[in-house]
Nanobody, 110 residues
Framework: VQLVESGGGLVQAGGSLRLSCVISGGTFGAYPVWWYRQAPGKQRAMVA????????NYGDPVKGRFTISRDITRKAVHLQMTSLKPDDTAVYYC?????WGQGTQVIVSS
């Protein structure tokens, strides 16, 4: 299974970004898809997850600001991030089954 993230970048506080994770190989939908993030000097933390049935779950710091969605046709999962804060600065990783993507960097400037 390969996970390829994209969409990271530099944005000002209050701005928005949309991350994408495209999953190839394996059976799409066999597991929930998760987004995690890791800030410098901190442990990797769960951001959001979505099942193929559409059930979602969010970490407390992002509730009300981030939205996770899945595109079954394209075997992709997206993370729409709004009202971004400097504390959201991190490398964001897609996680599916036992596999992880390479990560995409998000930097939010104040």
């Amino acid at each position: 299974v390969q996970l390829v993230e994209s969409g990271g970048g530099l944005v000002q506080a209050g701005g928005s970004l949309r991350l994408s994770c495209v999953i190839s190989g394996g059976t799409f939908g066999a597991y929930p898809v998760w987004w995690y993030r890791q800030a410098p000097g901190k442990q990797r933390a769960m951001v959001a997850s979505v099942t193929m049935g559409g059930d979602t779950n969010y970490g407390d710091p992002v509730k009300g600001r981030f939205t996770i969605s899945r595109d079954i046709t394209r075997k992709a999962v997206h993370l729409q991030m709004t009202s971004l804060k400097p504390d959201d600065t991190a490398v964001y990783y897609c996680h599916y089954g036992a596999d992880w993507g390479q990560g995409t960097q998000v930097i939010v400037s104040s």
